[in-house]
């Protein structure tokens, strides 16, 4: 399962748009890209998942490069709400490859 | 139903005692995964089932912890003689059939395992 790098921490205004960006140098073909957010207390929340370019749903967008050796998740005009931590995941879910595997997060703390 | 339920949300046990901690997947989805959370944001697979079958316990370690999904059940995790580094966060989550990349997993909010 290919590795990720992502920022430990963010701040962000309400209002803002927020981008947190992941590293995956070692994606391979098979990999798709998938952002949960965590809350405390509750488990992770899946947001959005995708394979190349853009992909856009009602919370969030997901941006990936042709090389697809990163990715960012955009969340636009962030509330408070939105405060909780981010995981970035790669793999692959052929048979026998279905487990996630987890990185630090970034916690995203959004001010007033 | 519509979310991955998880009972209970906190469990306290003596060091020693037996700990079993329970999951219901969402309805229709037949992947199921348990994962520990020791530290904040360090997440370890422990097992998945397809149906009631071990898909993948590569995670799992090899004493102590035990997992089923049987028919018509809530699927459970058991710890037998608990130990101080037992105490984490444990989650299930679940996923739907089709064995393509985009089937995401779903999480319960987890049983917190407390041992003293």
């Known amino acids: 399962l290919a590795k990720t790098t992502q920022p430990i921490s963010m701040d962000s205004y309400e209002g803002q748009e927020v981008n947190i960006t992941c590293s995956h140098n070692?994606?391979?073909?098979?990999?798709?890209i998938t952002w949960y957010q965590q809350f405390p207390s509750q488990g992770p929340r899946f947001i959005i998942q995708g394979y190349k370019t853009k992909v856009t749903n009602e919370v969030a967008s997901l941006f990936i490069p042709a090389d697809r050796k990163s990715s960012t998740l955009s969340l636009p005009r962030v509330s408070l709400s939105d405060t909780a931590v981010y995981y970035c995941?790669?793999?692959?879910?052929?048979?026998?490859?279905?487990?996630?595997?987890f990185g630090k997060g970034t916690k995203l703390s959004v001010i007033p | 139903g519509e979310e991955v339920a998880q009972t209970p949300k906190h469990l306290v046990r003596g060091e020693g005692q037996k700990a079993k901690l329970y999951c219901a997947p969402i309805k229709g989805h037949s992947y199921v995964f348990w994962y520990q959370q020791v530290l904040k944001n360090e997440f370890k697979f422990l097992i998945s089932?397809?149906?009631?079958?071990?898909?993948?316990e590569t995670g799992m370690p090899k004493e102590r912890f035990s997992a089923k999904c049987l028919p018509n059940s809530p699927c459970s995790l058991e710890i037998q003689a608990t130990k101080l580094e037992d105490s984490a966060v444990y989650f299930c989550?679940?996923?739907?059939?089709?064995?393509?990349?985009?089937?995401?997993?779903?999480f319960g909010d987890g049983t917190r395992l407390s041992i003293l």
């Open positions: 070692n994606i391979a073909t098979n990999d798709y």
């Open positions: 089932f397809q149906n009631e079958n071990v898909f993948d």
């Open positions: 989550a679940s996923s739907r059939p089709e064995l393509t990349g985009n089937q995401p997993q779903h």
């Open positions: 995941l790669v793999g692959a879910y052929g048979a026998g490859s279905y487990q996630l595997t």
